[in-house]
């Protein structure tokens, strides 16, 4: 198979096969049509017409490969979201050589709905709060910010420092993405689900599979044990340090340390630097 053919478990597109589909809006259905689209694409023939018979399957397509009204709902929206990502992206200080990473990994992991709540929530409190200089806040803008009850995904990233510059850690690999943002009157929770991860054993070289074991957060110079139940892992919001920046993001920041399953000797206890933006 082509690199980036296969679908992933929660069944999203790959920006390759997103790709397939935006060329085939371009196409006016003659002879040679597959051939075209895989040429522009880069790849050949087979990936693209096993990629479009299985849109027909799902009723994004007709079997002659024209947009069902469904399809062209889908592939609109997903057109919006590229559109916006990178603007999202560029607005909370990716550094312009990550972004296609980061649409990858956001397209090909999260769903197409809760990427467009992400963006909504983040414009929302764009708009609500612009300020015309950077400032500190404390937990204590959250109650005039934050409806008295709210669960929205928010995007979050793990970074390491490397020679003086933050450079993305490892971990980052060891969740799901987005993360949830909870509140309500018994508190405020950033919540991150874990999941499986792959590295190198530092005894032997080996390729290792495990999970994040546990997550310290400091607080106040004191390492604190975040609460684990069901690979969810809920940071209390106060522990944050949280800046608004001009434009009106607000960036939530923690230091945190981490250990593997696979334990110490193989992979060390690691301390990142959690970022998450509303």
């Known amino acids: ?21 935006t060329e085939l809006e371009k196409e006016d259905n003659t002879r040679g049509m597959i051939a075209r689209i895989a040429e522009k694409c880069q790849v050949s023939t087979a ?28 592939i609109e929206n997903y057109k919006r979201i590229l559109k916006e990502l990178p603007f999202y992206f560029r607005s909370i200080g990716i550094p312009e050589a990550q972004l296609e990473a980061n649409v990858r990994d956001m397209i090909e992991n999260i769903s197409c709905y809760t990427i467009s709540t992400m963006l909504a929530n983040y414009k929302r409190m764009q708009s609500s709060h612009v ?4 400032e500190r806040l404390t937990e204590h803008f959250l109650r005039e910010m934050l409806p008295e009850k709210i669960e929205c995904p928010v995007y979050f990233m793990l970074y390491r420092n490397k020679e003086g510059k933050m450079a993305l850690s490892m971990a980052d690999h060891g969740f799901e993405k987005p993360a949830i943002l909870k509140h309500n009157r018994r508190g405020s929770w950033l919540i991150l689900k874990r999941k499986e991860m792959q590295g190198f054993s530092r005894i032997n070289g080996e390729k290792m ?10 607080q106040e110079g004191t390492l604190i044990q975040a ?36 334990g110490r ?3 060390p206890e690691s301390t990142a630097v959690l970022v998450f933006w509303m």
């Not at 679908?7 to 589909?21: G, I, S, V, W």
């Not at 599979?209 to 400091?218: A, E, I, N, Q, R």
């Open 131 to 134: 300020r015309e200089k950077r």
């Open 227 to 262: 609460e684990c139940r069901d690979d969810m892992i809920r940071i209390p919001l106060r522990a944050f340090q949280f800046h608004r920046r001009q434009g009106g993001e607000v960036r939530g920041v923690l230091s945190v340390t981490m250990t593997c399953s696979v």
């Open 209 to 218: 599979s495990g999970h994040l074991d546990t997550l310290k957060y400091d």
């Open 265 to 267: 000797s193989h992979m």
């Open 47 to 74: 990936p693209v017409s096993r990629y479009l018979k299985s849109c027909c399957e799902k009723g994004l397509l007709t079997e002659d490969y024209r947009f069902t009204k469904k399809g062209q709902a889908w």
């Open 1 to 21: 198979m082509e690199k980036g053919e296969n679908l992933n478990r929660r069944n999203l597109p790959t920006l390759q096969q997103l790709r397939y589909l």
